[in-house]
Every structure is written in C-alpha cells, then in structure tokens.
Nanobody, 121 residues
Framework: QVQLVESGGGLVQAGGSLRLSCTPS????????MAWFRQVPGKEREFVAL???????YAADAVKGRFTISRDNAKSPVYLQMNSLKAEDTAVYYC???????????????WGQGTQVTVSS
C-alpha cells in the first residue's frame, strides 16, 4: 500500500526558509509523478510544484524562483525547499502521487497527512 509521510513544517519569519520532506513507503518514487499542494481554510487545494518520473520539475507562478522540488534518487524522499517565504505561503502542505503529469489535485491518487507551514510577517 502506498503511504506518504510529510515532515519539516513549522513556524518561520518572513524571508526565512524551510525544507519539507515527503517519505515514501510501499513503493519507489520513480513509478509516480510527485507533487506538493497547499491549502488554507476555506480555499481549494492549490498546486505548488511537481517532479516527473524522469526528474523534470514544474512550479506554480506564485512560488517560481523561491521554491524548489527535488529528489536524490528513486528511493529517497521528495523535498520542497522553500526560500524567501512570505506570509501568504502560510498553509497546510501536502505531498501527493499520481500516474499522470498534472497540476490538478483530482489527478492525484495518494496523499500524505499534511504538514503546517506558518510564516509570520
């Protein structure tokens, strides 16, 4: 069974950095497209960044140039390095896995439990 566990969230001041990790169990990451989404109360889950099976990456305009998604190898965690954080980045961040390249949350079959990121201004 596919399981995803996020870690690395917390409280940080604006302008600071955090690194989130998504650790897999039950499979290796190269079988899936991996992505990070985020959600604030009352809003839909928002795409942040994805990494394809071949290692290509894509980020949402809101985080491009500040956030980087990466993985070391097929069995390593997937990371989201977040730099120059802003108050509007405050959200619960979710790791997800899909069999298709997509920025739509509905395309993702497996989800982690989420990790809270709070950026104080």
């Amino acid at each position: 069974q596919v399981q995803l566990v996020e870690s690395g969230g917390g409280l940080v001041q604006a302008g600071g950095s955090l690194r989130l990790s998504c650790t897999p169990s039950g499979y290796t990451f190269n079988k899936y497209v991996m992505a990070w989404f985020r959600q604030v109360p009352g809003k839909e889950r928002e795409f942040v960044a994805l990494i394809t099976r071949s290692g290509s990456t894509y980020a949402a305009d809101a985080v491009k140039g500040r956030f980087t998604i990466s993985r070391d190898n097929a069995k390593s965690p997937v990371y989201l390095q977040m730099n120059s954080l802003k108050a509007e980045d405050t959200a619960v961040y979710y790791c997800a896995a899909a069999v298709v390249d997509s920025i739509e949350a509905l395309s993702y079959n497996f989800w982690g439990q989420g990790t809270q990121v709070t950026v104080s201004s």
